[in-house]
Structures are given as C-alpha cells and as structure tokens.
C-alpha cells in the first residue's frame, strides 16, 4: 500500500490512498474498540475523520435494521512555532487551541427535552468510546495536547457530578487513529496501551490510550492531496 | 465536470471530482471574496472545505512571501425528522446543533497574551470575510440555520461592544460555498446578494449572503465517495 517515494524524498499520496488504507484499518478498530464518539483534530483530521466516519457506523437502538453515523466533534490544534526573544536556539513548539469543545459537549445534552435521533446527537464524551483522528502523527506533540485536555475534561465533568449520577455513566475510554505513523523520535508522550495489555480504570475512565495507525512510514515528509 | 448518472439514478462523484469542482470554483471566490475564515459544516462539509483551504492560502503579514491557511472552524448541524406525536402528517424537519462555536471563538482572541501565528489564530469571526463551507445545498435548510445563528452571534458580540471598539472592527461579511446544489424547490431562504448587486451594511455586518456553488445538478441523489 505504501508509495514509492519519490526523487525529491517526498511520499506522495492520494484521496483514494488515504481512503483504502482508512477502510483497511477501520475494520480492525471496529472490531478492537468500536467507537462511539469521533473527535477530529482539524485541519488534517478533517478529511481522514469523514472517511473513517462512514466505515464506523452503528446500528440504530430505534430500528437495529438501520446503520447510523456515529457523533462527531472537531477540535482545531495548531503548532506555532514560539521564538524566544532573546536566547539564540531557544526554539520550542507550543500548541495552539483554535477551537476547541465547549462544556455542553464535553457534559452531553442529557436533559435537554428534545428527542435527538442517534448519530446526530451532542451526547458528550462522557461514558464514551472516544476516537481521536490525525492524519499524521509526527512529533505526537499534537496528539499529546489532545488526549491530555480531553481526558482533564471528562475528569473535571466526572468529578463535577455526585456520587448517584457518576454510578450511572459508563466507563470512559481513550483512542487514537492516525493515517501515518512516522517511525521518529517522538517529543509527545501518549500512555499507549498495548495490545492485549488489561484496561486498568481510574474514577471512571480507563488509564491510557489505544493507539491505532493506519500505515508506519519512515521519517520522510507525507505530501498530503 | 458533471458525471453521467447511474442506472440507479444516482450523481456519483470520487474525491478527485469534489477536488477538481473545488478547486475550479475557488479561483473565482478567491477573486471574488478572498475569504478570511472558514466555517465548515460537519460532517458534509469536511472535506471540501479541507480542499477549499487549501486554494485559498493567503500572504503571511510578517512575511508576504509566505502562504497561510487561513483560520477553519467547523460547526456540527443536523437535520432530524420531527415526528409530532398525535397530528397525522405533521412531520417537519429541524435543525439540532452538534457542535458550535463558543463566545470566544466568535469574539477571537484580542486580548491575548500569546503571540499566534496567523492562519492559526482564534481571531474571531467579527470584521472578517467569513465563507461557509457545506457539501450540498438540497432544501437549504442547514444553510439558512447556520447562516442565521451566525449572523446572530456577530450581532449579538458587536452590540456587547462599545461605540470606540466597534468602530475598530472592519465590516464582517457572509457568504457560503457548496459544492453542489440542487436545483429543487427550497425549503430555507437565504437572502442571497446576486452577482454585481451593491453591498448594504448594517450596523457593521454587510446585509445578506454571497452565494457560491461549484455545480448545480438536477434533483437527483448525489453519491458523495
């Protein structure tokens, strides 16, 4: 499936690459977690998260017979490249939220009178199996940014609710897709949970994130469509 | 550009075709408009306005040599079937927001400390030229929603503001994108400002929407990849 890379080191792949090696890897996250809840990392989760999305859903709890797209969310991380003024090769990288889920998402429209058809609606990330979508995991720092503030939000929304409606919400877990795993050192860190390895739970949210990659490629640059 | 349609009836299109349609009618928004910032209607919208981003690169400030992405935010809409429970026939169609943005993501990030990239900023939507982005325009009800809540928490932020920090902010603009519309009967108005027609302004918000769609087809079923 991987590209020949080209002359100028690039490798070089196409819309339908991307969705045939998002169908290939579908297929296993269904089967190994089966999401409930997509999050994509705009903008290069964009594209990879819509494709994913139509391989992933569920059946209806209304008419089983009916296949529905699971909730998706987006929020927007950007790497910035922060200079220090004055201290030669003091070059760090910061994220940058640019949109981000606000709190009736996180909590879920749970008392909300109106009958929301599922796959449509803001259930929030609590209790769910949530999947975090990148196209490229390179420096992990994004996905770092991501898995930990998500992960504080459920904490803090968890942590918000009595004892009689935290016994009522299902454990919460983690999950990462990525199209590309780029084999480096990674400056990020994710707790991954590796396969076959026991979920642990801690308050109500499983310890560690299941990572999932579509393809592992070497250190080169990806030349997205 | 247009495929032929199926024996089944339905428009089918590959990624390289929304690509091309998008890529076609960027240039002329592009010329047009010259969007600032991107609001992307989810799930549809995804990926054009992932491809539309990508053709609508602007000069970097600090260094015109440069290209940009301009800023992307992405609200989730759904259409869902209002089933009224004792009147036969009373079935409407409503809107159920997903996602939106929160106060400071329409207000933007003025007051920050933090030196943001531009193409990366949370700068707000006020006194920009804002383009939302859908993938099909049917009974335009998704679009006349988003476009009025939009409009709405514009209006809603610069009447918060003062006399002195309203005079600073530039007229903000309105127009959207899809990728195809349905030539069909609609349900959802938009007060669409036709090309060559004279721009009002109102309060700082310029009356009405620019309307850009890449093609229009007939009322048959579009089969998005």
Do not use: C
């Not at 927007?76 to 606000?102: D, F, H």
């Not at 935290?166 to 050192?185: D, G, Q, S």
């Amino acid at each position: 499936m991987v590209n020949p890379i080209g002359a100028d080191g690039k490798l070089r792949v196409t819309y339908e690459d991307v969705h045939l090696i998002i169908a290939d890897a579908a297929q296993r996250i269904k089967v190994e977690y089966d999401p409930e809840l997509l999050i994509l990392i705009s903008g290069g989760g964009l594209f990879p998260g819509r494709v994913m999305r139509t391989f992933l859903k569920r059946p209806s709890a209304l008419d089983p017979t009916k296949l529905r797209n699971i909730p998706t969310q987006a929020i927007g991380l950007s790497l910035y490249e922060e200079v220090a003024g004055t201290v030669e090769g003091q070059i760090g990288r910061e994220v940058v939220r640019t949109q981000w889920l606000n709190e009736k998402t996180v909590k879920g429209l749970k008392h909300e009178s109106v009958k929301i058809e599922e796959g449509k609606d803001a259930g929030g990330l609590l209790g769910k199996r949530i999947l975090i979508v990148d196209e490229v995991d390179d420096s992990r720092t994004t996905l770092q940014y991501a898995y930990q503030e998500l992960h504080r939000d459920v904490r803090l929304a968890l942590d918000a609710m009595t004892a009689e409606e935290r016994a009522e919400v299902p454990v919460t877990k983690f999950a990462t897709f990525v199209v590309h795993n780029k084999l480096n050192e990674k400056k990020g860190q994710l707790p991954i949970i590796q396969p076959g390895q026991e979920e642990k739970v801690s308050n109500g949210i499983v310890e560690g994130i299941r990572y999932f990659a579509g393809e592992e490629t070497e250190n080169v640059w990806i030349a997205y469509p």
